[in-house]
């Protein structure tokens, strides 16, 4: 079997439809892949379903997983030794029977969660099940070099770990793209040079001595999206983060799609008019020198010529209370927005569209009515039937808590690894 397929299948099993793990369970018998990689599998399996269902018995869990009643028992007699899960309890069938119910363990250990962005950072712990236990954030001030921000963030990771009752077994991290997976550096952070010079996932890990893992940001959001969504499962999701740049996070069948070395979704760098503004990365006219948060303070400041620059809170709050030059500049960004988000349907026809971060929370109502109207009247209307396009109803910032996803998803999936040597 092929590393692509091994891959594949691995990725693939984390969907939880049953009628995927019948396939999946059938393509390793047919494939002779080896005991010792389908018996991790299984063990991602069960306790993915404990993250999504939060307290199963052992027989709900053979049922979930369609395994034999024996696998489970002994995989679960494996995560209670190393302390991944715990008995809870007793649970009652629709028939009265008694079950000992199992749960996800997330008092012993937990995940560092950092999400980088332009004009903050934000870093916090998670328990196993990806609920956030602290989160802090911190303002990045006008010219502060990348190199300070980075120690910056070390410092604050640092201090939630020692403070932390978990023990902290991995870090996720998700940050502005383009960053590419083969060098472990981001590429270019528009309007915040110097990022490219730091090895960030190599420092990390010397530091803290744990696995890290960092996703781009936009990929972090529809991850974090995509597993707390049922109605998400077997359907192409795309979540596009319009903040302080613009990406999309593209997940088809549970698989997040990436690219050669990581840099699928970075549609902030895609024109919108080959005869616009020079952008940092190279291209002219890009989507995010339009719609970004960055893009529109820049166009509202301008305009409305106050004694101090506004931020993106004041600017929310006066579009609420009625601000027409505001109202007319978010439109705008909103229009093209939409521009970028049509090209994006016909690429890669997806079922539905999420619009999250920053620009999204200045008037989530305006946006969604003004783009899908915008869609509506440039998409075949056989194709915009069939796009659903929703606002992010995430109560806490989704990129940190995918990036607490990314983390935990190998920690579920390399479990022995993890926990043996604990």
């Not at 009652?92 to 980088?116: C, F, H, M, P, W």
């Not at 004009?119 to 911190?138: K, P, T, Y």
């Not at 960053?179 to 528009?190: A, L, N, P, V």
């Not at 359907?235 to 996070?249: C, F, P, S, W």
């Amino acid at each position: 079997m092929t590393v692509q397929i091994k891959e594949d299948i691995i990725n693939r099993i984390n969907a939880l439809s049953r009628e995927q793990v019948y396939r999946v369970k059938m393509e390793l018998s047919k494939s002779g892949y080896n005991q010792k990689r389908i018996q991790e599998m299984n063990r991602t399996l069960l306790l993915n379903i404990l993250l999504k269902n939060g307290v199963c018995s052992r027989a709900q869990l053979a049922k979930l997983a369609q395994l034999k009643p024996a696998t489970i028992t002994n995989i679960v007699s494996d995560f209670i030794r190393f302390g991944i899960v715990r008995e809870v309890g007793l649970l009652t069938d629709s028939k009265g029977r008694r079950y000992i119910g199992i749960s996800i363990n997330n008092d012993e250990y937990g995940v560092l969660a950092i999400r980088l962005s332009r004009r903050n950072f934000a870093v916090g712990i998670f328990n196993l099940s990806g609920d956030a236990v602290a989160v802090e954030r911190e303002e990045i001030q006008d010219g502060m070099e990348p190199e300070i921000v980075f120690e910056k963030m070390i410092e604050k990771g640092k201090r939630l770990v020692e403070s932390s009752k978990r023990k902290i077994i991995a870090i996720g991290m998700a940050i502005p793209g383009p960053y590419s997976t083969k060098k472990g550096r981001i590429e270019i952070m528009t309007g915040f040079a110097g990022w490219n010079k730091i090895p960030v996932q190599e420092q990390l890990e010397e530091i803290f001595q744990i696995p890290v893992f960092i996703e781009q940001d936009a990929n972090a959001g529809a991850l974090a999206h995509y597993w707390h969504d049922d109605i998400l499962k077997d359907k192409m999701l795309i979540y596009i983060a319009v903040g302080q740049g613009v990406g999309a996070g593209i997940i088809d069948n549970g698989q997040l799609i990436k690219g050669a070395i990581g840099t699928t979704g970075e549609i902030g760098h895609m024109s919108i008019n080959y005869r616009g503004p020079r952008c940092s990365c190279g291209n002219c006219g890009c989507l995010e020198l339009y719609c970004s948060s960055l893009a529109f303070m820049r166009k509202v400041n301008a305009n409305l010529k106050t004694e101090k620059n506004l931020t993106i809170e004041e600017a929310a709050k006066l579009l609420r209370e009625g601000n027409e030059e505001i109202r007319k500049l978010y439109l705008e960004a909103c229009d093209m927005l939409a521009v970028g988000i049509g090209n994006i349907i016909y690429n890669f026809n997806p079922a539905i569209i999420i619009l999250g971060d920053e620009m999204a929370h200045v008037a989530p109502e305006m946006m969604l009515a003004r783009v899908s109207e915008y869609i509506r009247e440039r998409i075949l209307p056989g194709i915009y039937e069939e796009t659903q396009i929703r606002i992010s109803a995430g109560k806490i910032d989704s990129m940190i808590h995918g990036a607490a996803l990314v983390a935990i998803q190998d920690v579920f999936q390399n479990s022995e690894q993890y926990f043996t040597n604990i």
